[in-house]
């Protein structure tokens, strides 16, 4: 009688994490496979919809209608059906693993957290302003080029100590 109640509990533990990682699971899956097809497909990156000086401008800021492609970011899901399904089971294991095994996830938060936060507020703005610049070759002054490579260098440096406390602290306790 013993023997089956750790069983029952366990299959009970999975459904619930089942149904509480597709969430994750979808944001996650649809970022890296955009990710994926960008790097074997260039299918958001060969036809910029807007140019810099356009937006520096404040003109044109939607869509052009002379652009052909992808209208709602969803071009990964032409990609080859293989590599689709196999990123998404693998990613899919992957999740349920790690939901199993970690017993405190505060760790994978907080490196999640500084990751993502100083890319999204620094990194990630400042590079993508200088990819622009480059690719476009915009009429920018030299100070805002390299105030958008400060900023870059200084959400590197946020991430790191981010990274560092949020390890030395979860190490320490």
Same mark, same amino acid.
């Given at each position: 009688?013993?023997?089956?109640?750790?069983?029952?509990?366990?299959?009970?533990? /999975?459904?619930?994490?089942?149904?509480? +990682?597709?969430?994750? =699971?979808? #944001?996650?899956?649809?970022? &890296? $496979?955009?990710? %994926?097809?960008?790097?074997?497909?260039?299918?958001?990156?060969?036809?910029?919809?807007?140019?810099?000086?356009?937006?520096?401008?404040?003109?044109?800021?939607?869509?052009?209608?002379?652009?052909?492609?992808?209208?709602?970011?969803?071009?990964?899901?032409?990609?080859?059906?293989? /590599?689709?399904?196999?990123?998404?089971? +693998?990613?899919?294991? =992957?999740? #349920?693993?790690?939901?199993? &095994? $970690?017993?405190? %996830?505060?760790?994978?938060?907080?490196?999640?957290?500084?990751?993502?936060?100083?890319?999204?507020?620094?990194?990630?703005?400042?590079?993508?302003?200088?990819?622009?610049?480059?690719?476009?070759?915009?009429?920018?002054?030299?100070?805002?080029?390299?105030?958008?490579?400060?900023?870059?260098?200084?959400?590197?440096?946020?991430?790191?100590?981010? =990274?560092?406390?949020?390890?030395?602290?979860?190490?320490?306790?």
């Amino acid at each position: 009688m013993d023997g089956w109640i750790p069983i029952v509990v366990d299959i009970v533990f /999975l459904i619930i994490i089942m149904m509480h +990682i597709p969430i994750v =699971l979808f #944001v996650g899956k649809e970022a &890296l $496979l955009i990710i %994926i097809d960008e790097i074997m497909r260039k299918s958001y990156s060969v036809k910029p919809r807007v140019t810099v000086d356009d937006a520096y401008n404040l003109r044109d800021s939607v869509m052009r209608p002379e652009d052909t492609g992808d209208s709602e970011g969803k071009a990964y899901l032409s990609m080859n059906p293989i /590599l689709f399904y196999s990123v998404s089971v +693998i990613l899919y294991c =992957l999740i #349920v693993t790690a939901a199993c &095994l $970690l017993s405190d %996830i505060t760790l994978v938060f907080g490196i999640i957290g500084s990751i993502a936060g100083s890319y999204l507020i620094f990194i990630g703005p400042s590079q993508f302003y200088i990819i622009s610049v480059r690719n476009e070759k915009a009429n920018v002054s030299p100070l805002q080029y390299y105030i958008a490579h400060i900023y870059h260098i200084f959400g590197l440096i946020v991430m790191i100590a981010c =990274l560092f406390a949020t390890i030395y602290t979860t190490v320490k306790d």
